[in-house]
């Protein structure tokens, strides 16, 4: 049974040492390959993984390099699928060339992805700098098994960090492999989104098993939040609200108006109601969409949030509000998944 590292490399000559020291130092002692495909680097990257090469023969670990020599890079949706089909292991373990995997992380995923080969099993990581991104580090490795699932349409993006992702090959197949629009697009998110729209699983094993590095080079840094918000609202709208038949807003600030003036014609009809703890906007009592070329204008009672009804789409940041909207939705009894969901 081989496992294939994924490994898209692009300018990391500053971190790839650190990436491929981590790589040797693994505790699986199956039959391990590393799939490196470089994305026309212009620094001294490929001079790197040439270097490596032998080390890593020398401990059984194959390595399989590929590459292109156009001028500019095509994206890491490409290189991560290049990487991909070069590869022969029956199990994908994806690792950035900025990041730095714990000695037992391969032996501890591929235990669990042998028993649910249709799973995406991710892990807890730490960051580096350790102060960074704080809030998103401690959502995404205190997420309940349930809320793997039901906060996927956050802004926060996958439930389970990309760098962290480990599958059996039959996941990629399934879904047909990343997006390879380039510089800009969230391909780990739209892979995610598809691959839970056609069944798949997801898994964290609760363990640090990473160290996520967090810096200026990042390529999530070039992926606009009016494109993440598209693409998560368009999966909300057609798994969950498509099955609704009203719902409520929680929120009439600038974030819910925004969510109900982005929703598709038929489903600002199911809207029935914003609700919001704000008395200012409870006591103005009424919404009316401007923009709306309807005759007359459509308008939308605000009311507390503890006499509107379920379903609510959730338009409240998490963990920023000292813990009062987590306590408001628990006094209500609700169920997430079913009573309402998270698109903040």
Not at 244 to 259: D, L
Request: glycine residues 6%; negative net charge.
């Amino acid at each position: 049974m081989e496992v294939s590292i994924i490994l898209p490399v692009y300018n990391a000559e500053q971190w790839l040492d650190e990436c491929l020291q981590s790589i040797l130092q693994q505790t699986f002692s199956g039959r391990l390959e590393v799939s490196a495909f470089n994305d026309s680097s212009t620094d001294k990257s490929f001079d790197i993984l040439l270097k490596w090469q032998p080390l890593l023969e020398e401990r059984n670990i194959s390595m399989i390099m590929g590459g292109h020599g156009d001028k500019s890079p095509k994206g890491v949706g490409f290189a991560k699928n290049q990487a991909v089909r070069q590869s022969s292991g029956t199990f994908l373990c994806f690792l950035d060339a900025d990041d730095v995997m714990d000695p037992e992380r391969v032996e501890a995923q591929l235990r669990v992805a042998v028993q649910h080969s249709d799973a995406i099993i991710g892990s807890q990581f730490r960051r580096e700098p350790v102060d960074s991104t704080e809030r998103f580090t401690r959502w995404c490795n205190t997420l309940s098994p349930a809320q793997l699932y039901t906060q996927t349409y956050t802004s926060h993006g996958p439930t389970v960090a990309m760098p962290t992702w480990f599958c059996s090959r039959s996941v990629l197949d399934r879904v047909g492999g990343f997006d390879e629009s380039g510089k800009g697009t969230p391909e780990d998110l739209i892979f995610f989104l598809k691959h839970l729209q056609l069944g798949g699983k997801v898994i964290r094993v609760d363990q640090c098993l990473m160290m996520y590095r967090y810096h200026p080079q990042a390529t999530t840094h070039s992926i606009h939040r009016d494109t993440i918000w598209k693409i998560r609202l368009q999966a909300l709208e057609e798994d969950v609200i498509s099955k609704w038949q009203q719902f409520t807003i929680w929120s009439a600030g600038k974030q819910g108006r925004k969510f109900y003036r982005s929703l598709k014609a038929e489903n600002k009809k199911k809207v029935i109601n914003f609700c919001d703890v704000d008395v200012k906007k409870i006591e103005k009592g009424i919404y009316i969409y401007e923009e709306s070329e309807e005759v007359p204008k459509p308008r939308i009672p605000i009311v507390h949030f503890s006499e509107a009804k379920p379903p609510f789409i959730i338009c409240v940041k998490l963990d920023l509000t000292g813990g009062g909207l987590e306590e408001n939705l628990s006094s209500l009894n609700l169920k997430e998944g079913e009573d309402y969901f998270h698109f903040s």
